[in-house]
């Protein structure tokens, strides 16, 4: 008989329907079963494309006997962290602070009062590497909750307030300047590897807001040791297993240090960050790497992530089926030489072998590979490879395909549509631009209310029932300004403003002008979460104060500015101490420093030189500078009013910190004017 989760929306939470176990979703009746029960409560956090949650599913909440025991003495409460992220950031940060590690499965024990008392991510069915097994934790709690529950109570208590006393005050600081920048810059070169690209050892994640940061500094100063970093971590990424050399797109991360063997969900947060950051390195040197990697990401987005709804899916699994009815992470998209040769015939596969180093030892699992670019002397025929990749990508297409989380995260699919907008826009492909459009359209029309207030999610066209959370309405909006500076159009710079006028109300402490991750109205949890650094996302908190700024600077806005100056504080206090962990507000300080410019482009629609002055706009690599483009009548973007042609040409106006230009109607020096 199916559990409480058949009727929920999140993938992740309906692979649980059919188990054993009788889960609830996180809600307050879940709470008050446990008070009139007496018993604890078992917080399971994951999410849908996670292989240990898959693992730890099977083994044990497929279970009879244990789903047994959990129904016997615990309420069960199963979440998806990324509907979620608010219970997933409070219990993680307990995890996290009790034993120095975090990660999924989460699996946390709390009482009557969703207080913690014990923590861990995955156990075993049976004891092993020195862990409990999963029956031993679970029989452990249950004796400490009878036998010790005054003392249980006592010490989640404890818990609760050492978190409570974790609270942030970083808005106080001031704006970051000069000397905090070059200082993040020195912290990032000391842990920059420099034989392999990226920073720190394994496993080794894709930074990509550290990279825009480096790209805008690199703009800014001039600096060469910061392209070469990015140039370099965006080469070795792009050559390596972590990119899908058939396909195109990036997997989660690498478990090693040379990039070889990726962790192989693909998650849509990576892909849009990563489309937009290789698009910016072409922007800054013209690379054809980067070039081809951006279009190739935007198009892995576009053809294997959208949904009938015009959105953007959350995930691709690691996991799919080997062809023997058993999953096996990676199945998908590794090859043996024997498996070439299948395909490809001996002389080619031979070939093939070579061009993306397979061998027969393999780089994974049972003498397999995962594909990568090794760099070599061998010349290869270019139309050869192309015809070989075609070949090699139809046979791939056979397989079991890895299995799709559909559900719709407002956040990530505001970056998907900033990185499309812009790749669209650079590479003359209005149909990535328009790809855009419809997904920031969905997230209108399904996510948006009529106070604009967001759905974090959606699935099959409607709106999930959690609350968005602050990275939702900060990116969101940053898909929607890189839209309004792409299209022109006026009404994604409205939508971006009234999600931003929420930032600042509902985010925003007004005394100190930090930000929390959810709304002030929002559900109670044992504390307000509140994270200024990076993950595998912006922080909500820095993508909010480029929002903010980029918004400001499009419309002169002093609130909006202000809070980003506020809000950056924080940047003040981490750059130089943790500059990989706070890339995004690196890069957003920049832009700050640099104005940000702000091009207003007046001229007759479908004119060449408008056509001209804009593309030249968008090209720039000035940080974070802003677009606007109309006609000299248009009332749609406030940095068109009162700028006239010049002679009856269009002409290009640049401003930065109240101070403008003579306006230009030559694209050469506009490109001069908006080259750092």
């Known amino acids: 008989m199916p559990n409480r989760l058949a009727h929920e929306t999140s993938p992740y939470l309906l692979q649980h329907a059919d188990n054993p176990v009788d889960w609830w979703p996180w809600s307050a009746e879940a709470f008050e079963e446990a008070r009139k029960r007496g018993v604890p409560v078992l917080l399971s956090v994951g999410y849908s494309s996670c292989h240990w949650c898959h693992v730890m599913a099977h083994e044990s909440f497929e279970d009879e006997a244990t789903a047994a025991y959990l129904n016997e003495h615990f309420v069960n409460v199963k979440v998806d962290r990324e509907e979620r992220p608010d219970v997933d950031a409070v219990y993680m940060e307990a995890v996290q602070a009790a034993t120095g590690q975090g990660g999924w499965p989460m699996t946390v024990f709390l009482t009557q009062d969703a207080e913690p008392f014990y923590f861990g991510t995955y156990f075993p069915p049976a004891p092993r590497h020195g862990m409990p097994s999963f029956r031993q934790v679970l029989e452990g709690v249950r004796g400490a909750w009878t036998d010790r529950r005054g003392e249980v109570v006592e010490v989640a208590g404890k818990i609760v307030r050492d978190l409570a006393e974790r609270e942030m005050s970083f808005g106080s600081g001031g704006v970051p300047g000069e000397e905090d920048l070059a200082g993040a810059l020195l912290g990032l070169t000391r842990e920059y590897d420099a034989s392999r690209g990226g920073f720190g050892g394994a496993p080794k994640f894709p930074p990509s807001m550290v990279i825009e940061f480096l790209l805008r500094h690199h703009a800014r100063t001039g600096s060469e040791g910061a392209l070469q970093m990015a140039q370099d971590t965006c080469e070795r990424m792009a050559r390596g297993g972590i990119y899908d050399q058939l396909g195109g797109g990036f997997a989660r991360y690498s478990v090693d240090r040379e990039w070889v063997v990726p962790h192989f969900e693909k998650m849509l947060y990576d892909n849009a960050l990563l489309c937009r950051v290789y698009a910016h390195l072409w922007r800054s040197t013209g690379s054809e790497l980067a070039r081809r990697v951006a279009l190739e990401t935007a198009d892995f987005m576009v053809s294997e992530l959208r949904t009938n709804e015009g959105g953007f899916a959350s995930a691709l699994d690691a996991d799919s089926d080997d062809g023997t009815g058993k999953h096996v992470e990676g199945a998908y998209y590794v090859w043996t030489p024997r498996q070439l040769r299948e395909v490809l015939g001996a002389e080619d596969g031979e070939l093939a072998a070579r061009y993306f180093g397979v061998t027969e030892e393999g780089t994974f699992e049972e003498g397999s590979s995962v594909l990568q670019l090794p760099q070599q002397d061998e010349l290869f025929d270019a139309q050869k490879v192309a015809g070989i990749r075609r070949r090699l990508l139809a046979a791939r297409a056979e397989r079991p395909a890895p299995g799709r989380d559909d559900k719709i995260v407002a956040a990530w699919n505001g970056l998907a549509v900033a990185a499309l907008a812009e790749t669209g826009a650079y590479f003359d492909r209005p149909d990535l631009v328009e790809a855009a459009i419809a997904a920031a359209d969905l997230l209108v029309r399904v996510h948006m209310d009529d106070r604009a207030r967001l759905s974090r999610t959606s699935k099959d066209g409607q709106a999930g029932a959690n609350a968005g959370v602050l990275e939702d309405y900060a990116d969101v909006a940053e898909g929607f300004l890189a839209l309004a500076s792409v299209t022109g159009e006026g009404v ?185």
Not at 543 to 557: N, V
Not at 612 to 637: F, I, K, N, Q, W
């Open 492 to 676: 994604w710079l409205e939508f971006a403003g009234f999600l931003l006028d929420q930032v600042i109300v509902q985010f925003t402490d007004p005394e100190s002008g930090a930000l929390y991750d959810t709304a002030a109205d929002a559900e109670r949890l044992i504390r307000r979460p509140q994270d200024p650094t990076d993950n595998a996302t912006p922080s909500g908190w820095s993508a909010a104060a480029g929002a903010l700024l980029s918004y400001a600077a499009q419309t002169g806005a002093e609130p909006h500015r202000a809070a980003a100056e506020r809000a950056l504080g924080v940047v003040k206090a981490l750059g130089p101490r943790a500059p990989r962990f706070i890339g995004w507000g690196l890069a957003v300080a920049e832009a700050l420093l640099d104005g940000p410019r702000e091009v207003a482009v007046v001229g007759p629609e479908g004119h060449p030189l408008t056509k001209a002055l804009h593309r030249t706009a968008l090209l720039a690599t000035a940080p974070g500078a802003v677009v606007a483009v109309g006609t000299p009548e248009s009332d749609e973007l406030p940095l068109l009013a009162d700028r006239p042609l010049v002679q009856g040409e269009p002409a290009a106006y640049v401003c930065r910190n109240f101070t403008c230009d003579a306006p230009t109607t030559d694209p050469d020096r506009l490109r001069t004017a908006l080259s750092g």
